[in-house]
């Protein structure tokens, strides 16, 4: 058989090469070139990274900073962690991606491993996706098919005020900003969004017509907002009662975010699907949803739904070796201790008026609305957090921060928001 060799291992590779002009292309140049080649949707990044070590990053110009967003509860081992490097060269080295008339190990120890740290009851199962709105459109396409019957169908779905599931048509359908939505109506119909924490109106709103009801344990991207106390277990029995889905999209507070496996994991209450994705691959792309038990399971059956990319080798092995180092050094514990010393610190500082968040996803409100100019500040002073409302930040750095790097920034925060404060 003839093997081509058009491309050796001796070329340069042309990754490499743009990682050599570290220091002749300043980061404004690339930023020219982003803006006239990448579409606009993001507007302007704040900068151009290059390199990343633990919760390190640096920029295309050499300065350093401390990453406080772990792009956004992604990186949860941190950047360039050297195990989850490791599995996934040699997965990709061994077998990259199959396509899904075909499986494999690791695929399927991934779903036997979230089975597990989601304490699933016989019956549960795990569909792969790539991202967080690919999970939730899983999750969606499971809500649609609890359809009720021809006498009594079932067409709504309710998702709260403040929620964030994504950007693709049926995950814009459930997110509720109107800034978000408006330019791509029609959405996918059915979908009520019912006012946050509120237990009357979950109850009032849920009846024989609700196909599911789709929530967040703590609102993300609304401030880190979490439910209130009972609304868990409220959802439950109201949506119970009512034959209707209780879906929780863990896609930002699930695999560790909040100290726990999930973040509804302690509230002793049993959905009938999550969803992951941020950090369940440590950095690497992968979505899950898990459905509990068999009938919320047997709601989506051979040919409804499918992916190319869900669920390859890379992305599954990435995730375990992700999951490894979670459980085998103890992560979890510390991420409950370094944010309530993180939260402690925060409660302290002159100008900070709330402290929310579980574990390493904490928001904190200023007492003026400066959060942007604040994270102007912390980049020039080397901190990435960012800014989810006009007088909020939010932190989620990777789980292995440590109590030093959080003192670093309870440290720095007073200068911080008095240069915002000036700049205004
Ligand atoms: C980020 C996020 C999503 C969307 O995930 P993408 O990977 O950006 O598509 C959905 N739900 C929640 C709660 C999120 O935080």
Same mark, same amino acid.
């Given at each position: 058989m003839k093997h081509s060799s058009e491309n050796t291992v001796t070329d340069k590779s042309p990754v490499q090469e743009l990682t050599d002009t570290r220091g002749h292309i300043t980061g404004a140049d690339w930023l020219a070139r982003y803006s006239s080649s990448v579409l606009g949707v993001f507007g302007a990044p704040q900068r151009v990274l290059v390199r990343g070590s633990g919760c390190l990053v640096w920029d295309a110009d050499g300065k350093e900073y401390l990453d406080l967003?772990? *792009?956004?509860?992604?990186?949860?081992?941190?950047? %360039?962690?050297?195990? $989850?490097? /490791?599995?996934?060269?040699?997965? &990709?080295?061994?077998?990259?991606?199959? /396509?899904?008339?075909?499986?494999?190990?690791?695929?399927?120890?991934? %779903?036997? +491993?979230?089975?597990?740290?989601?304490?699933?009851?016989?019956?549960?199962?795990?569909?792969?996706?790539?991202?967080?709105?690919? !999970?939730?459109?899983?999750?969606?396409?499971?809500?649609?098919?609890?359809?009720? /019957?021809?006498?009594?169908?079932?067409? +709504?779905?309710?998702? &709260?005020e403040g929620a964030f599931h994504g950007r693709t048509m049926g995950a814009l359908a459930l997110t509720a900003k109107e800034a978000y939505r408006a330019p791509f109506a029609p959405l996918p119909a059915g979908v009520v969004h019912i006012p946050f924490g509120d237990i009357e109106a979950l109850r009032a709103a849920v009846d024989d017509t609700t196909a599911a009801v789709f929530l967040e344990p703590i609102q993300g991207e609304a401030g880190v907002r979490p439910l209130p106390a009972g609304y868990l277990q409220a959802a439950r029995e109201a949506t119970t009662a009512a034959g209707a889905l209780l879906i929780l999209d863990e896609v930002q507070?699930?695999? #560790?975010?909040?100290? +726990?496996?999930?973040?509804?994991?302690?509230?002793?209450? @049993?959905?009938?699907?999550?969803?992951?994705? +941020? #950090? &369940?691959? *440590?950095?690497?792309?992968?979505?899950?949803? $898990?459905?509990?038990?068999?009938?919320?399971?047997?709601?989506?059956?051979?040919?409804?739904?499918?992916?190319?990319?869900? *669920?390859?080798?890379?992305?599954?092995?990435?995730?375990?070796?992700?999951?490894?180092?979670?459980?085998?050094?103890?992560?979890?514990?510390? @991420?409950?201790?370094?944010?309530?010393?993180?939260?402690? #610190? &925060? !409660?302290?500082?002159?100008? @900070?008026?709330?402290?929310?968040?579980? #574990?390493?996803l904490i928001g904190f409100d200023l007492d003026a609305d400066v959060a942007p100019a604040v994270v102007q500040a912390g980049l020039d002073a080397g901190f990435i957090v960012n800014s989810p409302g006009p007088r909020t930040i939010r932190l989620a750095p990777p789980l292995i921060l440590s109590t030093e790097q959080a003192d670093q920034f309870l440290a720095a925060l007073p200068a911080l928001l008095q240069t915002a404060k000036d700049a205004q």
């Amino acid at each position: 058989m003839k093997h081509s060799s058009e491309n050796t291992v001796t070329d340069k590779s042309p990754v490499q090469e743009l990682t050599d002009t570290r220091g002749h292309i300043t980061g404004a140049d690339w930023l020219a070139r982003y803006s006239s080649s990448v579409l606009g949707v993001f507007g302007a990044p704040q900068r151009v990274l290059v390199r990343g070590s633990g919760c390190l990053v640096w920029d295309a110009d050499g300065k350093e900073y401390l990453d406080l967003l772990g *792009g956004i509860a992604v990186n949860a081992l941190g950047h %360039a962690h050297p195990f $989850v490097t /490791s599995v996934i060269s040699s997965q &990709l080295a061994t077998l990259g991606h199959v /396509s899904n008339f075909f499986t494999s190990p690791t695929q399927i120890a991934l %779903a036997e +491993k979230l089975l597990e740290i989601s304490h699933a009851p016989a019956g549960s199962r795990v569909f792969f996706a790539n991202s967080g709105a690919e !999970a939730i459109e899983a999750a969606f396409k499971l809500a649609r098919r609890n359809a009720g /019957s021809a006498a009594t169908p079932r067409t +709504k779905i309710i998702a &709260l005020e403040g929620a964030f599931h994504g950007r693709t048509m049926g995950a814009l359908a459930l997110t509720a900003k109107e800034a978000y939505r408006a330019p791509f109506a029609p959405l996918p119909a059915g979908v009520v969004h019912i006012p946050f924490g509120d237990i009357e109106a979950l109850r009032a709103a849920v009846d024989d017509t609700t196909a599911a009801v789709f929530l967040e344990p703590i609102q993300g991207e609304a401030g880190v907002r979490p439910l209130p106390a009972g609304y868990l277990q409220a959802a439950r029995e109201a949506t119970t009662a009512a034959g209707a889905l209780l879906i929780l999209d863990e896609v930002q507070t699930g695999i #560790g975010r909040t100290g +726990k496996w999930l973040a509804s994991g302690d509230t002793g209450i @049993v959905p009938d699907a999550i969803t992951l994705a +941020k #950090g &369940l691959g *440590g950095g690497f792309p992968i979505g899950a949803l $898990v459905t509990f038990g068999p009938v919320a399971s047997g709601l989506l059956t051979a040919g409804q739904h499918g992916t190319t990319f869900g *669920g390859n080798p890379v992305a599954t092995a990435a995730a375990l070796a992700t999951l490894h180092v979670l459980e085998n050094q103890h992560v979890l514990a510390r @991420v409950r201790a370094v944010g309530e010393h993180l939260r402690a #610190g &925060l !409660a302290g500082i002159h100008g @900070v008026t709330e402290v929310r968040g579980e #574990g390493l996803l904490i928001g904190f409100d200023l007492d003026a609305d400066v959060a942007p100019a604040v994270v102007q500040a912390g980049l020039d002073a080397g901190f990435i957090v960012n800014s989810p409302g006009p007088r909020t930040i939010r932190l989620a750095p990777p789980l292995i921060l440590s109590t030093e790097q959080a003192d670093q920034f309870l440290a720095a925060l007073p200068a911080l928001l008095q240069t915002a404060k000036d700049a205004q």
